[in-house]
């Protein structure tokens, strides 16, 4: 199994209030990057494993472990969201679904 993708773990910091404007500011994203392999998942296997899980998901395996927190995750230029997490011995699992 090859681990050749970069992946970016997103983490993102809402834009503080400006009381003279009433505005608030930009929102900041920081990212981590990770190698992981990425595979498209069946909507059969998915159906049977975790119940009705929307098809287009991704299952992303990461070497070691990621235990930071992160709100999103983004692959080349689309942004996914976390639908499930598992940690292995000495590895960890995520399968993500699209942000529309």
Known sequence: ?????PIYF??????????STGNYGDD?????????????SRTEFLALQYGDLKEGNLIVRLQNHY???FDRVR????????VSVRDLR??????LAEVQ
């Open 1 to 5: 199994m090859r681990y050749d993708l």
């Open 10 to 19: 997103q983490t993102i910091q809402t834009g503080e209030y400006d009381p």
């Open 28 to 40: 900041t994203v920081q990212e981590v990057k990770k190698w992981a392999n990425v595979t498209d």
């Open 67 to 69: 235990s930071d927190p």
């Open 75 to 82: 692959i080349g230029d689309k942004v996914y969201k976390s």
């Open 90 to 95: 000495h590895k960890k699992t995520l399968i």
